[in-house]
């Protein structure tokens, strides 16, 4: 399995940025997928998730409104389109396989093949 998350950066608060996720060695579609960030010092978060056709999203509070979930099964590939950027979204972002447990994205039990992430800095 092949994780290569891609389009972070720096910006300013207020911008955008377009992450992307390719994923290889597994049947992409066969998943809900997920967003998640870690910021130094603090535990990962789930940010977002997906059902396996693209139907259903999910956000946390945090980025509700904000972020937008998407994927091409096509292309094996998962997006996270994040508007109006804070200081508080700069963080290292993965994504893996997903869904929402009491209200929380989490990650499904077993799956331990994180990507490198795309570091997101969002400056004052």
């Known amino acids: 399995v092949q994780v290569v998350e891609s389009g972070g950066g720096l910006v300013q608060t207020g911008g955008s940025l377009r992450l992307s996720c390719t994923v290889s060695?597994?049947?992409?579609?066969?998943?809900?997928m997920g967003w998640f960030r870690q910021a130094p010092g603090k535990e990962r978060e789930g940010v977002s998730c997906i059902n396996w056709r693209g139907t259903n999203t999910y956000y946390a509070d945090s980025v509700k409104g904000r972020f937008t979930i998407s994927r091409d099964n096509a292309k094996n590939t998962l997006y996270l389109q994040m508007n109006s950027l804070k200081p508080e979204d700069t963080a290292m972002y993965y994504c893996?396989?997903?869904?929402?447990?009491?209200?929380?994205?989490?990650?499904?039990?077993?799956?331990?093949?994180w990507g490198q992430g795309t570091q997101v800095t969002v400056s004052s």
């Open positions: 060695g597994v049947t992409f579609d066969d998943y809900d």
């Open positions: 893996a396989p997903a869904g929402v447990q009491k209200g929380i994205v989490v990650v499904t039990p077993g799956y331990n093949y």
